[in-house]
């Protein structure tokens, strides 16, 4: 994400955390205050606490949602300030497709994007969704559901 769309500076981040309406879906919380800095665009931050994991399972669960921020960007209205707070683990949130659902999820939730309307894919999401497993209606990945075992009646 570029650094127009960041929050870059504590007090802000500390600012959406206490004032801004919170949206929670299993792994993730979504905190969202108007933008008043800049109301043109959308600033955002992702925050994974020590419960998340090590270093590389944060960083990893981080990437995932700001990857999934910048595809759903273009299609949310614009002028705030978004703070992503991670509080499940890589267990919870194992993929790409699992964290863009939720994001998705809350994102609509919070109002910042219309019931219908989902973001036009762009070049480079092509590669990613050929990478990226569909997904169940169970949750699971389609390539995963042959390997579990059946459920005994």
């Known amino acids: 994400m570029d650094r127009q769309r960041r929050l870059r500076r504590e ?11 919170a949206f929670a879906d299993g792994p993730l919380v979504l905190r969202v205050l108007a933008n008043e800095t800049d109301p043109a665009v959308n600033r955002y931050t992702v925050v994974a606490g020590k419960k998340a994991g090590g270093a590389v399972q944060r960083n990893r669960l981080k990437r995932l949602v700001r990857e999934a921020l910048r595809h759903l960007d273009p299609a949310l209205a614009p002028g705030h ?18 964290a863009h659902a939720t994001v998705e999820r809350l994102v609509r939730r919070a109002g910042l994007q219309p019931a219908g309307e989902r973001p036009a894919p762009t070049a480079g999401d092509t590669a990613a969704a050929a990478l990226t497993p569909p997904i ?10 042959a390997t579990l075992a059946p459920e005994k009646a």
């Open 136 to 145: 169940g209606s169970d949750g699971t990945p389609a390539n995963r559901r």
């Open 81 to 98: 300030d978004i703070v992503v707070i991670v509080r499940g683990t890589v267990e919870e949130m194992p993929s790409y497709a699992v």
């Open 11 to 21: 007090w802000e981040v500390r600012r959406v955390r206490s004032r801004g309406q």
